[in-house]
């Protein structure tokens, strides 16, 4: 994940308080982007924060929130509707404004490709616009609860199933979509636009792409997402578009967008850790760490009462995790070998330092780690017997057992270029 994020909240269009989360690059953002979920979903649905990742890899800071009385934001859904949440997207335009600097580009995902559209001509300094799996009528939604509209029209609202959750769509909803005109808005955008679908996306049709790329004038760009599913579930899918949008946006931000830092695509077996910086607006304390291992980042910090600021694993924790996961693959990769019916591996650990003489060694203390396996499946008594001897057997408990040589040495005479 990117080095730093921030849990936010700012007050929405409708006075309710808004939940979001900035995604932050390493350094300083070359441009900030706004996020706009798809309808009933929320700003942590998975293809929103991997694009958000992939972003803030390039250099580019992303604000994703949830829509007023979705997710963590307050507010009562059922008094939303399109217009609302084109509201909302600009009082975030205005949070970022405010607070750290407006939106350039305005991302939106489903039906939140369509707000975007409506929002972008009321936010002058957005340049770019990118849409993702969007319909080009924001009508389309209408066809999620065809089943309840007589039902909706008659009685004035109705309870509908959307995604396995009870939602309340009241008829002001459906006026409100129905007289929405986006043609007009896509003919008179003035920003640059890339459309993003999948010719196979079962929810949205591709067609949709076509009447938005028809629609709106040039500069535009259309990107064919193949085989992707609508919520674009696949993490190659997701980072696909990020890497798109990033490298297209370059044209229109009047910034050079990043490649990646070479810590993010460092070469496996390598990993670093280096100090975050305290920043206790952030609420980052001195104690903080950032470790990059290849592609990922990781967080350790201490706890408040050990001075941290809590922002992550402590070092020990990390350290139980390591174990935790090499047992576990272990105990996974000996039993489909020998076909045994392992259905899931759960691994509890604690440590301590314990007096040594509880364990009849000479003086001092010594670590203790309790090891506690969970093996859930119809296995019988040998086959999980069997298991908890393998488990000794995992890589990173014979490293702990056997004995360590770490060699130490300064990264040169020039060695602030090493801490970058």
């Known amino acids: 994940m990117p080095a730093r994020f921030e849990k936010l909240t ?4 409708q006075g309710a308080s808004l939940a979001g989360r900035l995604e932050l690059p390493d350094g300083e953002p070359v441009a900030f982007a706004l996020f706009a979920h798809c309808f009933t979903c929320t700003k942590d649905i998975v293809a929103a924060g991997r694009i958000a990742e992939g972003l803030a ?10 829509f007023t009385g979705l997710g963590a934001s307050e507010g009562d859904f ?16 205005d949070f970022l404004r405010r607070d750290h600097m407006a939106p350039k580009i305005l991302i939106g995902h489903s039906l939140g490709g369509a707000a975007v559209l409506a929002a972008a001509g009321r936010i002058p300094e957005c340049a770019a616009v990118a849409t993702i799996a969007a319909p080009a009528d924001p009508a389309h939604v209408m066809q999620l609860f065809t089943e309840k509209r007589a039902e909706i029209e008659s009685a004035g609202e109705a309870e509908v199933l959307l995604a396995g959750r009870p939602f309340r ?6 006026d409100d979509v129905a ?30 792409a076509g009447v938005i790329f028809g629609a709106a004038r040039h500069p535009k760009s259309f990107v064919s997402l193949d085989d992707a599913d609508h919520l674009l579930t696949r993490r190659a899918d997701a980072g696909y578009v990020a890497d798109v949008l990033a490298a297209w946006a370059t044209r229109y931000l009047g910034v050079n967008v990043q490649r990646p830092s070479e810590s993010a695509t460092r070469e496996e077996g390598i990993l670093v850790v280096r100090e975050r910086g305290a920043d206790p607006a952030r609420g980052i304390g001195r104690l903080a760490q950032e470790i990059i291992v290849g592609r990922h980042r990781l967080s350790a910090d201490e706890p408040v009462a050990a001075g941290g600021s809590g922002t992550g694993p402590n070092p ?16 996974r990769l000996y039993a489909d070998h020998k076909q045994w019916p392992l259905e899931r ?15 009849e060694t000479k003086e001092g203390k010594i670590d203790m780690i309790e090891r506690e396996i969970a093996l859930a499946g119809p296995l019988d008594a040998a086959q999980r017997q069997r298991l908890l001897e393998i488990a000794e057997k995992c890589p990173v408990h014979r490293t702990l057992h056997s004995e360590v040589k770490i060699t130490s040495r300064l990264a040169g005479a020039a060695g602030d270029a090493a801490v970058e």
């Open 169 to 174: 769509i009241r008829k002001q909803f459906l």
């Open 78 to 93: 059922a008094h939303t509707n399109f217009s609302s949440n084109v509201e909302d997207l600009v009082v975030a335009a």
């Open 57 to 66: 890899r390039h250099g580019i800071a992303v604000l994703r929130f949830d």
């Open 316 to 331: 020990y924790d990390l350290l139980l995790a390591a174990l935790g996961a090499c047992t576990s693959m272990t105990l």
């Open 10 to 13: 700012f007050p929405g269009s």
């Open 345 to 359: 591996v759960a691994v509890h650990l604690s440590h301590q330092k314990i007096h040594a003489a509880d364990c």
């Open 179 to 208: 007289k929405q005109n986006n043609a007009a808005k896509l003919a008179g955008l003035g920003k640059a636009l890339l459309v993003f679908h999948s010719p196979r996306d079962q929810i949205v049709g591709i067609e949709n």
